[in-house]
């Protein structure tokens, strides 16, 4: 089924740094969207992207989709402590099927 | 208030028990869907539902059953024959896609962690 990767694992970074998530699929894909995590919690929808070379903001945040619709990336710009937790990105799984195939996901760790 | 109601939070199994993780919705989605969390990973598809009295196997069924017979309602039982049931476990549900290979937001439940005792 497809396979969708994301890099890094963990990300540790000072409290006002920027951080990235990069993910990547090997097949086209038709969408493709993130999620956040917080520790003990739940995943919460953020955005979905559909077009190619898409870039959304969101205050903060800025997710782009790859002009080949293979890879997507989510930025943020100085970072919060409420900005801890873990970040999916999530594709179609291919094949007809429903629902989504996640990535590992990027735990966002931040030192104040 | 609307939303997924996942029951209970925590669950203990003895090995070798059935046990039924509830999960209702009334944001009257026609889709429906369980996923697996293990510790420092994504979530794993175990089985979708798209309409009442149909469902499918997604990525790690097996050990695992479903049924839907209202549309509000998508339980889950994890069998004698998972071998490695302890996991966080997720339910969700999203309105139907325009398109197939499209997606929708999908709303998720606080998740029920099981663990076996």
């Known amino acids: 089924g497809q396979q969708v990767m994301q890099i890094p694992q963990y990300q540790h970074v000072q409290e006002g740094e920027d951080f990235t998530t990069y993910c990547n699929s090997s097949t086209t894909l038709s969408n493709i969207q993130w999620y956040k995590q917080r520790p003990g919690g739940h995943p919460v929808f953020l955005i979905q992207?559909?077009?190619?070379?898409e870039v959304k903001k969101q205050k903060r945040l800025t997710f782009q989709f790859g002009e080949a619709k293979k890879n997507s990336s989510l930025h943020i710009t100085a970072t919060q402590t409420t900005d801890v937790g873990t970040y999916f990105c999530?594709?179609?799984?291919?094949?007809?099927?429903?629902?989504?195939?996640f990535g590992k996901g990027t735990h966002l760790i931040i030192q104040p | 208030d609307g939303g997924i109601t996942q029951s209970p939070k925590y669950l203990f199994r003895k090995e070798g028990q059935n046990v039924t993780l509830s999960c209702e919705q009334n944001l009257n989605h026609d889709a429906m869907y369980w996923y697996r969390q293990d510790p420092g990973q994504g979530l794993r598809l175990i089985y979708y539902?798209?309409?009442?009295?149909?469902?499918q196997k997604g990525d790690i069924a097996e050990g695992y059953s479903v049924s839907r017979e209202k549309k509000e309602s998508f339980p889950l039982t994890v069998t004698s024959a998972q071998k490695n049931p302890t996991a966080f476990y997720l339910c969700?549900?999203?309105?139907?896609?325009?398109?197939?290979?499209?997606?929708?937001?999908?709303?998720f439940g606080q998740g029920t962690r099981l663990t076996v005792v």
């Open positions: 539902s798209q309409i009442v009295n149909d469902f």
């Open positions: 999530a594709g179609p799984p291919g094949g007809g099927a429903d629902g989504l195939t």
């Open positions: 992207l559909v077009k190619s070379g």
């Open positions: 969700a549900s999203s309105i139907l896609a325009p398109h197939r290979a499209m997606n929708t937001e999908a709303f």
